[in-house]
């Protein structure tokens, strides 16, 4: 019994070290968090934007099927609508007629745009106007970020 008390008081004088009280804040810890919530504010933001454009994607998708369809001109017609309508709900472009909505696309984009009221319109077969219709849809989707100019045409006229 004697060696094991002696032994208790040897660890008697074995003290511990103290722990700090306060968190010590570094400038470097700091600086980690304030990059990690930039990358998560970062990754955020390309994530809504990837879902913003999802319409988009899937207007391109469904263009390349309708690149061989018998009605083309008149669905992608439509289409262009349709995405204008999506991201733009009260884009005065909407309620246009045929004419206007032909002009307004044509100021949007530089590519030519074939007239649509005789692609649209007639029996004729014209392939190389519906290919020409084609490749501007797919140029002016491409382009197209969400927000299409508002402008005043047609001109109103005050009297």
């Excluded at 001109?73 to 009260?90: A, C, E």
């Excluded at 044509?106 to 106007?129: G, W």
Aim: proline share 6%; charged share 20%; aromatic share 12%.
């Amino acid at each position: 019994m004697a060696d094991t008390h002696s032994a208790l008081e040897q660890l008697a004088d074995i003290s511990e070290p103290m722990l700090p009280a306060d968190f010590a804040f570094t400038p470097a810890m700091g600086i980690a968090l304030l990059g990690l919530l930039g990358l998560v504010f970062l990754l955020y933001k390309m994530y809504r934007r990837w879902r913003y454009f999802a319409a988009k994607r899937q207007a391109l998708a469904l263009l390349e099927q309708l690149s061989v369809a018998e009605d083309a001109p008149g669905q992608i017609n439509m289409l262009l609508k349709r995405v204008l309508q999506h991201y733009q709900r009260d884009h005065p472009a909407l309620s246009y007629n045929s004419k206007d909505w032909q002009h307004w696309l044509a100021q949007q984009h530089p590519l030519p745009l074939p007239d649509l009221t005789l692609l649209l319109y007639s029996n004729a077969n014209d392939t190389a106007a519906r290919e020409q219709l084609y490749q501007f849809a797919r140029a002016w989707l491409r382009a197209y970020q969400g927000k299409a100019a508002v402008n005043c045409w047609p001109e109103a006229k005050h009297a």
